[in-house]
């Protein structure tokens, strides 16, 4: 099925190239007349060192087929030493050389015996006059530099007869002379010896190659021994366009994206539905997550509450093996079971962020990011998250993978990413809005749907979950030690309340918070002369959440995974709630 989506993919979308054509960089140009002879006794140069995108020369539309070991010469764009002959200090095989020359100019000689009163005629008697000697390489030249012929200003490659012959004598190489059904289109065609095309480097992470999506070329790697595609019957229609569709869709920036650790993931729809999954990795707002995800239930025609059922997303994840595309991953379902699964993903994520009072989503790539150590500041500074890949970064292998799974699908989140979080959590006492968010969709993901309505994007006064109010009474009793040193205008203590209590609290929060409760009288004590709004408004803040943590059966003494996660969320959205309180303007808020 993944190969018939790729073809339907390219059928439906604007295929310009030729069969048998691809993009490639083109380095020089070799000028000729219309008799043959050098309009420039020089290769003309495409390279442009001050453009970055043409430093090694410009993107044409040229022949081209996958090349094996053998010689195999392309139509009028070729090598230097395809074309010329040209070897360097580096050539292990002159004789070789020469051989490709030769092997060259005999299809030149093919191409202007099918169309003698053709465009090929110049070349080949730039040949046949001998020219090709009154060229010399040019300074810094590469035996793998690409050269194009242009005849009184029109290339060659790109004229209907060299589109015609190359044709053919592609098919000739690739297709394996049988015809038979076509296990993509099911119907009867010309059946390929191999994939004619491959994918760029550059396209497939972990590829040292240009990489092919389908290779048998030993016989373990094939059904009965057997090499080549003699068990997987493709045409050579559904072959060239199944490649072309897989380069189009990793190449393109809105179908495509590096998904971390290897792997790349492209994407589209059957139908006509604009739908940009780059929404998982730019973190939207609750509004443009409604604005795209209707866009894409609307499609171009019909109205929002008309999600087309008949339209399939389709979304392939590869990384690369030398010259091989591994497919990690294959995903096709119903376009509005997605959209159901992503909107649910924002909402098991959305977080109040704890400075601007907001709630917001998180893209995927930063989720991935705070799962990984925190390095605190030194000097003043800030701190920071250990860079992707670092040594001792400690993130778990796959995450981003996992995520993206579990955003598209619905799918369970990796095993270990909750007790991952909590631990990293407790190391590094630091927990932000993206670290809440990642805490708040990996608890809600193995909650019943009754309990998950207790762990709301912000704070929730009716939870009354024990770990939660612990995290909530934690939070105030170190709000009360900062208001007190700030109330009396000295600087924070060099180790707070939470420096010394937060590694163990969110595994026993009750001895934490009765050593907490106990120096809040005295914290409470130096507040009220300078603060007594501020002493009245926290006292009473802590002793209705301490009735209500008594009430629900006192703090937990050892905390099973849910309930560490519990207390974590408590403590950063009651830190959000006082930070946006601090906000308000004195006169609405007495405890400012």
């Given at each position: ?350 977080m109040i962020d704890g400075w601007s009072g907001e709630t917001r989503q998180v893209g995927l790539g930063r989720m991935v990011y705070v799962a990984g150590r925190w390095a605190r500041g030194k000097g003043g500074s800030s701190g920071s998250y250990a860079k992707l890949g670092a040594s001792g970064a ?199």
């Amino acid at each position: 099925m993944l190969l018939t989506r790729l073809a339907d993919y390219a059928r439906v979308s604007k295929r310009d190239a030729p069969p048998y054509y691809k993009d490639k960089l083109v380095r020089y140009v070799l000028e000729l007349n219309r008799d043959g002879t050098l309009a420039s006794p020089r290769l003309t140069s495409l390279a442009n060192p001050a453009q970055p995108r043409m430093k090694n020369g410009v993107v044409h539309t040229v022949p081209s087929i996958v090349k094996t070991s053998g010689i195999a010469p392309t139509l009028a764009v070729d090598t230097c030493e395809y074309m010329f002959g040209w070897v360097d200090e580096t050539t292990k095989k002159p004789q070789r050389v020469e051989q490709m020359h030769q092997r060259f100019r005999a299809l030149v000689d093919q191409w202007v015996e099918m169309d003698p009163a053709g465009p090929g005629r110049a070349l080949k008697q730039f040949y046949a006059d001998g020219h090709v000697a009154r060229l010399s390489p040019e300074p810094g030249w590469s035996r793998a530099d690409v050269v194009a012929v242009r005849v009184a200003g029109r290339f060659l490659h790109a004229t209907e007869s060299a589109q015609r012959f190359w044709k053919s004598v592609a098919e000739g190489r690739k297709t394996s002379g049988r015809t038979g059904l076509c296990l993509v289109c099911g119907e009867p065609g010309a059946l390929l010896q191999s994939i004619p095309q491959q994918v760029p480097m550059r396209l497939v992470p972990g590829a040292t190659q240009s990489a092919s999506l389908i290779s048998v070329n030993k016989a373990t790697h094939g059904f009965d021994l057997r090499e080549q595609l003699v068990h997987t019957p493709i045409c050579d229609t559904c072959g060239l366009l199944v490649m072309n569709a897989l380069e189009r869709l990793l190449d393109q920036q809105w179908t495509s994206t590096v998904v971390g650790q290897g792997t790349r993931l492209a994407w589209w729809t059957t139908g006509s539905a604009n739908f940009d999954l780059g929404l998982l990795d730019e973190p939207p707002t609750p509004h443009e997550v409604a604005h795209v995800l209707s866009s894409a239930a609307r499609g171009s025609a019909l109205g929002e509450d008309e999600a087309r059922d008949w339209e399939t997303f389709c979304a392939l994840a590869v990384s690369g093996n030398v010259s091989r595309v591994v497919v990690r991953e294959w995903i096709e379902n119903p376009l509005p079971d997605i959209m159901h699964n992503l909107r649910k993903w924002f909402s098991d994520h959305e977080m109040i962020d704890g400075w601007s009072g907001e709630t917001r989503q998180v893209g995927l790539g930063r989720m991935v990011y705070v799962a990984g150590r925190w390095a605190r500041g030194k000097g003043g500074s800030s701190g920071s998250y250990a860079k992707l890949g670092a040594s001792g970064a400690d993130r778990p292998e796959g995450l981003y993978w996992g995520l993206m799974r579990s955003a598209l699908l619905g799918a369970e989140l990796p095993p270990k990413l909750l007790a991952h979080l909590v631990r990293r959590v407790r190391l590094d006492g630091r927990v932000d809005a993206e670290r809440a968010a990642l805490m708040r969709l990996a608890l809600r993901r193995r909650l019943s749907e009754t309990e998950r309505g207790l762990y709301m994007p912000v704070l929730n006064p009716e939870n009354n979950e024990p770990a939660y109010l612990a995290g909530r009474i934690f939070a105030v009793l170190e709000d009360i030690q900062l208001s007190a040193a700030r109330a009396n205008g000295d600087d924070p203590p060099n180790t707070t309340f939470a420096d010394k209590y937060w590694g163990r609290a969110a595994t026993s929060p009750a001895v934490a918070l009765l050593a907490g409760s106990r120096n809040a009288r005295a914290w409470l004590k130096r507040m009220r002369p300078k603060k007594p709004a501020w002493a009245e408004a926290a006292r009473q803040r802590l002793e209705d959440l301490s009735a209500r943590l008594a009430q629900a059966g006192g703090p937990p003494h050892g905390s099973n995974l849910a309930e560490k996660s519990a207390f974590v969320l408590g403590y950063y959205q009651q830190c959000a709630e006082l930070r946006s309180a601090r906000k308000t303007p004195p006169a609405e808020n007495a405890s400012a």
